[in-house]
């Protein structure tokens, strides 16, 4: 069992960085490959970053790639989010989520074993 508990969210400018971090609790949490991802009003829950357990392998989105990273530290149990240079249309709720199973590319969203309970990201213009 991996409790999810993300953090760091708010209202920024465009142009503008924030950084989310998600811990996790759980002694297994190096297993696990972790993402990101987000969801805006009326819309699906979309991909928006994963690593891997060991955090050698990385995945983006193509509309992040190049301004967000993400980040682990298995001694911490947290995963970390760095976005910059946002923009209006990266305005969401953002969700922490772990995958116990490697997979190459991005998580589907059918396959996160645990979700966190979301973090708001409002970019204003």
């Known amino acids: 069992q991996v409790q999810l508990v993300e953090s760091g969210g708010g209202l920024v400018q465009a142009g503008g960085s924030l950084r989310l971090s998600c811990a996790a609790s759980?002694?297994?949490?190096?297993?696990?490959?972790m993402g990101w991802f987000r969801q805006a009003p009326g819309k699906e829950r979309e991909f928006v970053a994963r690593?891997?357990?060991?955090?050698?392998?990385?995945y983006y989105e193509d509309s992040v790639k190049g301004r967000f990273t993400i980040s682990r530290d298995n001694a911490k149990n947290t995963v970390d989010l760095q976005m910059n240079s946002l923009k209006p249309e990266d305005t969401a709720v953002y969700y922490c989520a772990a995958r116990l199973l490697p997979i190459p590319g991005p998580i589907p969203s059918g396959l996160v074993d645990y979700w966190g309970q979301g973090t708001q990201v409002t970019v204003s213009s």
């Open positions: 759980g002694r297994t949490f190096s297993r696990y490959a």
């Open positions: 690593i891997s357990w060991s955090g050698s392998s990385t």
